[in-house]
């Protein structure tokens, strides 16, 4: 089934894409490329193990396009922005978060309305994410 016939047909992304190995398929090639950024892999706690983020991911991403409720089984409501609060997310790390997910979307060889679906979705939520806008901290906004 392509991207258009499931949109067509009311299936779930999840099922359209084959379910649960799409997404592992997917955040490994993501994690690939995180594990060897410069900008991205000291902000993970657990790194070197990036295990549990992988897990955390693939869990969350099923979960939103409509597979099983296991993210919020295992870890509650998702709760994005307050997750990602204690990282600085500005321009840089936004636009590296977006290269890497970019390009593990690209390689599922998924249609290309499964991907512009895809990626419409991870440039709102990578922006979403952002605390930090990049400028610099100007001196009002120091306490005196």
């Known amino acids: 089934m392509t991207g258009s016939d499931a949109v067509e047909n009311g299936v779930s992304l999840y099922e359209a894409v084959g ?3 799409f997404f592992e398929r997917l955040v490994n090639v993501f ?3 995180i594990e060897t950024d410069d900008v991205l ?12 983020a992988r897990h955390r991911l693939t869990l969350f991403l099923a979960q939103y396009w409509g597979g099983p409720m296991t993210y919020n089984e295992e870890r ?13 997310v500005g ?3 936004r636009d590296r978060w977006m290269l890497h997910m970019t390009n593990a ?5 998924a249609d290309d309305v499964i991907q512009t679906t895809l990626l419409d979705y991870f440039v709102r939520a990578a922006e979403h994410l952002r ?5 610099p901290i ?3 906004d120091h306490p005196r």
Do not use: C
């Open 138 to 140: 100007s001196s009002s």
């Open 105 to 109: 979307v690209r390689s599922t060889g």
């Open 31 to 33: 994690y690939e490329g």
């Open 91 to 93: 321009p840089l790390q």
């Open 19 to 21: 379910g649960m190995n």
């Open 41 to 52: 892999a000291p902000l993970y706690p657990d790194a070197p193990d990036f295990a549990p």
């Open 131 to 135: 605390n930090d806008t990049g400028l």
């Open 76 to 88: 509650g409501h998702p709760k994005l922005r307050m997750r990602h609060f204690p990282f600085p």
